[in-house]
């Protein structure tokens, strides 16, 4: 896992809904970035993909930058092509760039290691949370509502620390291209 304080590792991806090339360097105003490693054909994703749609609406008026990126192996997952990510964005109404890390190697750079992933850059641009959305899984009967990501997200919009007791992300494998 990519270590509390880490600062964010620079991308430029494709966004799949506008083809504009998306960077680290976009998000120089904002307070907080969120980085969350997201795919479509992943049961754990569909079961919080509203919350994530809700968290980009939540908070884009907020001093929080959101992206979404997409590093499975689209040959082997078709589910998760650039132009299936753009129906889901589009779908779901996603305020915030999507991208499609082809390479795979924004993934490695951050040590995503499922979908989804999270990972929360306080305005140095430092990694302060790498941890779950809440404590909902599909079939588990808890509700969806991003508590634990929220909270560290307040936490940044509001200059206090972030707990640095943080529950992993638990999800599908990210889906590595075998080489």
């Not at 008026?61 to 129906?87: C, E, F, H, M, T």
Request: aromatic residues 8%.
């Amino acid at each position: 896992m990519l270590p509390l304080g880490t600062p964010a590792p620079d991308f430029a991806l494709p966004d799949v809904v506008s083809g504009r090339i998306v960077r680290l360097s976009d998000f120089s105003r904002e307070k907080a970035l969120l980085v969350m490693f997201i795919c479509r054909h992943c049961p754990y994703v569909k079961h919080v993909q509203h919350e994530l749609a809700r968290l980009g609406r939540d908070y884009q008026a907020k001093s929080l930058a959101i992206i979404g990126i997409s590093s499975n192996d689209a040959a082997a997952y078709p589910d998760d092509s650039p132009a299936s990510l753009r129906q889901m964005a589009e779908e779901l109404g996603f305020v915030f760039p999507y991208c499609y890390d082809e390479s795979q190697d924004v993934a490695r750079s951050y040590t995503a290691a499922c979908t989804p992933d999270f990972f929360l850059f306080g305005e140095d641009r430092r990694l302060v949370y790498r941890g779950q959305l809440d404590g909902s899984r599909p079939r588990n009967s808890i509700p969806v509502t991003g508590e634990d990501l929220r909270r560290a997200v307040d936490a940044v919009l509001s200059n206090r620390v972030v707990d640095a007791d943080q529950k992993p992300s638990l999800g599908c494998n990210i889906k590595w291209r075998s080489h």
